[in-house]
């Protein structure tokens, strides 16, 4: 399985977004988390095409762009177009999510589908084998800096289970209140793409980097 750290830049320094993307693809991160907020479907405001547009001609990164709108359906053509290579959409912010996600694939990126802390897996059950990742908050989406939801573990191994038994490959994504502690959870419960915002970008970056990916590195090895 490829576990990987997947940074999110809605807690970078924005004056210096360039200079920080060159430090993770120094460290040999391959994926960049990409939150965009709408102040409709989360309480929050964040950035949208103008910045991906801008940093997708400096970065060769993995663009990971995590929709929180509302009808994402709407936008699809617009990210796809400033440099996503895969979109994630809510479960809880489509009118009809299996027209979302065949929207996104035929846009070419990966398909990705999250579900909000309170959101059961029993929600996308029947749509797994068409989806290339499953984001499982870990907190209520909107901010960085959050506490890790423990309730939330649960979906993270139900979700592993399912793919084991059925034999299926979609990533599992885990988002919000990772740490030193929450990241051994994740890891044991099945996760293998662990997105970051403070426990990366709060502190020495090059050394946050070096230090969780060596933690990733070890916790995979055991968990597999
Ligand atoms: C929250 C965002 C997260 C956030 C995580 O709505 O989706 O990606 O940046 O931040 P931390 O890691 O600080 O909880
Ligand atoms: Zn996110």
Redesign the pocket.
Known sequence: MDYQLCP?I??ADFNRLGEQLRILENEGIRYL?I?V?DGDF?PNISFGMPVIKSIRKESKLFFDV?L?VTAPERYIRDFVECGADSITVHVEACEDLERAIEMIRDANVKVGVSLKPATPVNDISHLLDEVDLVLV?T?Q??????KYMEECTEKIRELREIAEQEDLDFDIQV????NDETIETVIRAGANLI?????VFNGDLASNVKHLRKRIDQLSREAE
């Open positions: 999110s809605l807690s988390h939150d907020m989360v995590h929180m908050m907190v989406p909107g901010f960085g800096g959050q988002d919000g209140g990772i997105v970051g915002g403070s426990c």
